[in-house]
């Protein structure tokens, strides 16, 4: 019997569902830009995929876990403010909104990314003043 296909829109706010846009990359096809890869790891964080968060994470950068499901963390909405694309390394500016124990905050993050072997990985971040 085929998986039945969930019909809700992308948590990553791309506009388009969830099955066309971050799905297939949560089922471990490679995104093909940093862009694809920070709005799926948006979507993995909405989620609590935490193993996808790992797997694609930088191995100098990546942490042994993160304990996703003891997070209150509600994630809201994600902005992508700028996309700079390189031939292995790119930037992604981007907001994004969520609640924490009720209270509305806001992440603002320029993420770098680097490709290896042809897959993205997130490397770090910083946080603009």
Known sequence: MPKPVIKITCPCCSGLLYHDCCEPYHLSLGAPNAEK????????????LEEYLLDTWHP???PKYLKLSNDPTQWLSLEVRSFEPNDDQATVEFVAKYRDRGQAEKLHEISQFRRIAGRWYYVDGICPK
């Open 60 to 62: 100098n950068t990546r």
């Open 37 to 48: 890869l920070m709005r799926s790891r948006y979507s993995a964080y909405v989620l609590g």
